[in-house]
């Protein structure tokens, strides 16, 4: 059973002029630089901060689990928050809970640690459920791009802050001081999305509050699939995301080495997005494209399964290349729906099911290396599921989930 049409939230008045278009881009670049630096900065500084703080054991496995539960709880808010306040406003707010979030981290204290994570990535949420109906609003005929652009910046953001954040706290002196300092890169986002919103509101005009619930959509074939490919490419994601520098110093890799490996896997992904993207954005191409980019996926765990570690350079590079189905996915969910309204509601439901299910990835990865001694099992599940990644890809392909005319 599908929504019902919803009028459209916003007329919106003549063409808008180049200047209007230009921070929107610069607004748009900010936004990505932030929306996984806040993560990967606080996860390269996660042994220091519980030796400097000291937390236990129990809150040192909850803490990394905070961002994905937050993606699903906050997340499931969006659409009837963007109902409410319209979507730009939306971003807004959840930009001055991203930046007080990190910046609360920076006082040395493990509640305060906590509290701004839940505040920083509650806001996080929104912003990861809103932008691609904020894409659809303003770059309506330009989603691959502008979503490409978004997401090769996120994954920038995330590995730079990543690299940058522990010669930041030997300077500072400091780990917690380290991590607080990231806020002053969501302080810069929504200091440069603030404009965006000014023009919005002085140039459009709002005719009625219109929320879609995104859960009827998920009696829907459209609602199904888009969740489905969205959580499981998630669940690969954030498992590999947390554990693979790990399970390669257990298979023998040197730490350093493992470090650089990561590296190479995350930057991997950059392009692989942007060759994605490219191909599955053409008439006919979406299938082809989904299938490569989940068989590359399916081969890297394999070759991390079964070829010896002084190979571990090929999994790294096939595992960072499978990493490039995310922005494909945020380009079907932006091109989805018959209004904003129900973009948003599909973008909703999606991510806040998926991440919901995704959080299982790290802790059952971990868990069954803490039961068995051994990646053996772990890897092989996550096979598995990258086995049904390839079936929803072939369905979701078949399907005509993403508009053809954007």
């Known amino acids: 059973m599908t929504a ?57 496995a909850v803490i990394p689990s905070i961002p994905t539960l937050c993606f699903a709880l906050a997340g499931a808010a969006t659409s009837w928050l963007t109902g409410r306040l319209g979507v730009e406003k939306a971003i807004l707010l959840a930009l001055a809970f991203l930046a007080g979030g990190l910046l609360l981290r920076g006082i040395p204290a493990t509640g305060m640690l906590l509290a701004g994570t839940v505040i920083g990535m509650s806001g996080l949420a929104v912003c990861n459920v809103a932008m691609p109906s904020f894409i659809r609003e303003h770059f309506a005929h330009r989603t691959s791009m502008m979503t490409m652009l978004y997401t090769v910046t996120m994954t920038t953001g995330a590995t730079v802050t990543a690299v940058a954040v522990i010669p930041m706290a030997q300077a500072l002196g400091s780990p917690s001081a380290a991590v607080g300092a990231i806020g002053f890169l969501a302080v810069a986002a929504f200091l440069g999305f603030l404009p965006v919103v000014l023009h919005t509101h002085r140039h459009s005009v709002r005719a009625s509050s219109t929320h879609i619930s995104p859960w009827p959509l998920l009696r829907t074939r459209k609602g199904q699939l888009l969740t489905a490919i969205f959580t499981l490419q998630a669940l690969l994601a954030y498992s ?90 945020m380009v079907m969910i932006s091109r989805s729906g018959t209004s904003t309204a129900e973009t948003t509601a599909l973008s909703t439901l999606a991510q806040s099911i998926g991440y919901l299910l995704a959080t299982a990835g790290p802790f059952g990865t971990g868990l069954l290396y803490g039961s068995t ?34």
């Open 4 to 60: 019902p049409p919803a009028p459209p939230v916003l007329s919106a008045a003549p063409p808008k002029p180049r200047t209007a278009v230009v921070l929107g881009v610069i607004a748009l670049v900010l936004i990505g630089l932030n929306l996984r630096a806040g993560i990967s900065g606080a996860s390269a500084l996660l042994h220091d901060l519980q030796q400097v703080l000291g937390y236990g054991p129990l809150l040192a």
């Open 240 to 329: 590999l995301i947390s554990w693979f520098p790990s399970m390669l110093i257990t298979m023998g890799v040197a730490a350093a080495d493992s470090g650089l490996l990561y590296g190479l896997m995350q930057l991997v992904s950059v392009p692989a997005g942007m060759v994605i993207i490219a191909i599955g954005s053409r008439p006919r191409m979406l299938r082809p494209a989904l299938y490569l980019v989940s068989i590359i996926m399916l081969a890297g765990l394999a070759s991390l399964l079964w070829l010896p570690v002084s190979l571990a350079v090929i999994p790294a590079v096939l595992l960072g290349f499978g990493l490039g189905i995310f922005p494909l996915v």
């Open 373 to 406: 001694g051994s990646w053996t099992l772990p890897v092989a599940l996550l096979l598995g599921l990258a086995v049904v990644q390839v079936l929803v890809a072939h369905l979701i392909s078949r399907t005509p989930i993403a508009g053809r005319k954007r």
